[in-house]
């Protein structure tokens, strides 16, 4: 097998296809970060309560819970694309459907948690799809450079975005969640134009949803690598759950900010995520090798966390979470491309679902207990015992295989052979 090589940035970019759809999701997520910003401040403005908006985000994980592991099934079974195209259709009617709401009806924290179950919903279609694409769009030499490109970008359009949404929301909240609505459609039509390969028709007799997310669990299950990606998953997530409700708390309860503030402290996190994305891109090679990224990228992202949550002074608030988010994408990125490296085309979207099981059950109890943490304590408490949870994480990963020198080249891949079982084809490592 060849040595791993550094993929330049050009060189991913030059695929029309991979552009179409990162332009497609550059736009989406221009509108879902000014739709978050104003949903969590709306929340909290209304009902003045940390433990409202972990309720909004508890419902988006109780809808992943529910739905993301049959969308990985009908990423593998259905089009891929047309699953994309009906999501963001979908999504921009629900938002539009609560613009409408909340301009003529009187407010009801229930319009709000409805619109995140059924963007949830949307948005189960849509990433598993997403994601079992991706992969077919570029040679696997380039697949840590383009997910590293989408990451950096993506952060990049966050940053700006979320550094002026402060002043947005202090328009008002009803600008963020129309451009939100909007950017679904426009979305749609770029790609409706991408040209997305199509994945082998499987052999079987009648489809049956059961099976196929039984012969998910089978697979990540019968993989030594993916099974110990699982895991780590789980932990990791459960803590970076943790942070979610707490952030919009922080900047309002502990700095006594406003949502200038707010914004503010997630751009300098959501910077550090597009340095730490951009920088693992120009030195893939190196993090193609070295599993020990993973190790210290966590051990960094848990200090920081704790140190945040420690912290009184905003100049060095800023400094911690610009290093969570550098942190962040260095832990996320080589995580998604070992998948992808262990997981045939056949099988990534259930794959993909089956490896967000964990998260999709523990972090419904990570938000709603750190919503509980910071209104009965302080939101300070939430980010010292995320960040212990993170630290656990990096601990836990020495012991792994897949991140030791000889076991981390990311596109060495296990061989595999194939068997049927229950009329399905199913993969399994020699």
């Known amino acids: 097998m060849p040595e791993p090589r550094t993929v330049s940035y050009r060189e991913v970019f030059r695929h029309r296809d991979f552009r179409l759809l990162w332009a497609a999701m550059s736009v989406s997520l221009s509108g879902d970060v000014l739709f978050n910003l104003a949903l969590n401040w709306l929340i909290l403005e209304k009902t003045g309560s940390a433990l409202s908006v972990g309720g909004n985000l508890f419902v988006g994980v109780v809808s992943d819970l529910l739905f993301r592991t049959l969308a990985g099934a009908l990423a593998d079974r259905m089009n891929r694309k047309m699953l994309m195209l009906g999501s963001d259709l979908f999504r921009g009617g629900v938002v539009l459907g609560l613009f409408i709401l909340l301009n003529i009806m009187p407010f009801h924290l229930g319009y709000l948690y409805g619109t995140t179950f059924l963007l949830g919903v949307g948005s189960n279609l849509f990433f598993p799809a997403y994601r079992a694409v991706l992969p077919n769009l570029l040679p696997p030499q380039a697949w840590l450079t383009g997910r590293a490109l989408t990451t950096a970008s993506a952060r990049l359009i966050t940053t700006v975005v979320s550094g002026v949404g402060g002043w947005v929301l202090g328009m008002g909240t009803s600008p963020a969640i129309l451009l939100n609505g909007l950017s679904f459609f426009i979305s749609a039509g770029l790609l409706a134009l991408c040209r997305l390969p199509q994945q082998a028709p499987q052999k079987t007799p009648r489809f049956s949803m059961l099976t196929q997310v039984r012969e998910g669990v089978r697979y990540v299950a019968g993989n030594r690598v993916l099974l110990g990606l699982f895991a780590l998953l789980t932990l990791g997530d459960f803590g970076a759950a943790f942070l979610w409700p707490v952030h919009v708390v922080f900047a309002e309860r ?54 945040f949550g420690l912290n009184t002074s905003l100049p060095l608030a800023f400094v911690y979470r610009f290093l969570i988010g550098a942190a962040l994408s260095v832990v996320s990125i080589p995580l998604a491309t070992w998948v992808d490296a262990h997981t045939d085309d056949a099988f990534r979207g259930r794959v993909g679902a089956t490896m967000s099981l964990g998260t999709q059950v523990v972090s419904p109890l990570a938000v709603t207990l750190s919503g509980w943490v910071a209104d009965a304590w302080t939101p300070r408490v939430s980010y010292v015992i995320a960040g212990t949870l993170l630290l656990l994480t990096a601990i836990i990963s020495r012991n792994f295989p897949v991140f030791q020198p000889r076991g981390s080249k990311i596109n060495a891949s296990p061989p595999q052979e194939t068997t049927a079982h229950e009329g399905i084809a199913t993969a399994k490592p020699l």
């Open 254 to 307: 502990v700095f006594q900010g406003g949502p200038a503030l707010y914004g503010a402290l997630a751009t300098a996190s959501l910077l550090g995520s597009f340095v730490g994305a951009l920088m693992l891109g120009r030195f893939s090679r190196w993090f193609q090798r070295s599993g020990r990224s993973y190790f210290w990228a966590a051990a960094g992202w848990g200090m920081s966390a704790v140190l």
